[in-house]
């Protein structure tokens, strides 16, 4: 299959310069997590910025320093084994289509091969998410400030979180989307205090300060629970990657909790998992 098959076309892009403000507001209004970003002038692809990087770099201002430049690319005509393999290779979730002269025409997701391949398949009946769900998982608890909750997110480089009860069941989910909806993106004054670097900092007036302006997701002082998704889509250990596939694309969902017996969490299935069925690995 090739890629232009079943790629997005045209996808929204976003032209430099431009800020990281201006980036989170196209997130909260889009409801994605990443885009291409481009060179305004030439339109070629100057690399990819995510919600991620964004989030995890709230003292720059200019996207230009914050984007990825070292994107997965790959061409209409390429065959679909071939995106996989750069997405798996480069652990991203998208690559970016383009043509001969390095303009983007297209992305391709992992959604897009899970809605329009896999879900396809019927042949993956057959085939047991066994050797591909992952049985280590980051969870937090569900009174977990959203600020905590955060930090947790980013640091296991997930997307989506388990939330457990005092008990350790399972009793929601809460992902990326989730707090940026439940955040406000505000410009805020701060200062600090400046240092002489010179011989002669005796010119320099005491105590001098620099002052300046960022951009800022302020999250509300409430507990996990209160904006995670109670109601949870799982797996059990050996449903098929088709029935698996399926679940994904009729709730829009990219990853869902295994469990076996009454909520008992044993592991997490990822949409990015399950694409290596496709390189029959």
Not at 125 to 148: C, D, M, R
Not at 210 to 224: A, D, G, S
Not at 226 to 252: C, E, F, G, L, Q
Request: contains cysteine; proline residues 5%; glycine residues 4%.
């Amino acid at each position: 299959m090739r890629v232009k098959t079943i790629m997005t076309k045209d996808p929204v892009v976003i032209e430099l310069p431009a800020t990281r403000g201006y980036a989170l507001e196209l997130f909260r209004k889009y409801k994605v997590r990443s885009f291409p970003v481009v060179n305004k002038k030439t339109g070629q692809l100057a690399g990819i910025i995510s919600i991620k990087r964004v989030l995890l770099h709230p003292d720059e201002d200019q996207l230009a320093m914050l984007i990825r430049r070292e994107v997965p690319v790959v061409r209409p005509n390429d065959d679909l084994k071939k995106a996989v393999r750069r997405m798996l290779e480069m652990d991203y979730r998208r690559v970016i289509v383009v043509d001969d002269d390095g303009s983007v025409v297209g992305i391709l997701t992992v959604g897009d091969i899970i809605r329009r391949y896999l879900s396809k398949n019927e042949r993956l009946k057959e085939v047991s998410i066994e050797p591909y769900y992952q049985k280590n998982v980051s969870v937090v608890w569900q009174g977990t400030p959203l600020k905590a909750a955060l930090k947790a997110l980013l640091l296991c480089n997930a997307m989506a979180i388990p939330v457990i009860d005092d008990d350790g069941k399972l009793v929601g989910m809460v992902d990326e989307t989730d707090l940026l909806r439940d955040g406000e993106v505000v410009r805020i004054i701060k200062q600090t205090a400046l240092s002489a670097s010179s011989e002669e900092d005796w010119i320099i007036e005491a105590n001098p300060t620099l002052i300046f302006e960022k951009t800022e997701l302020q999250l509300p002082k409430k507990p996990v629970v209160d904006i995670m998704n109670p109601h949870v889509v799982v797996a059990t250990p050996h449903m098929s990657v088709y029935d698996v596939a399926r679940k994904m694309v009729k709730y829009r969902i990219e990853q869902l909790p295994v469990i076996k017996g009454d909520d008992d969490l044993v592991g997490i299935v990822r949409d990015m998992n399950i694409i290596k069925v496709i390189l029959g690995r």
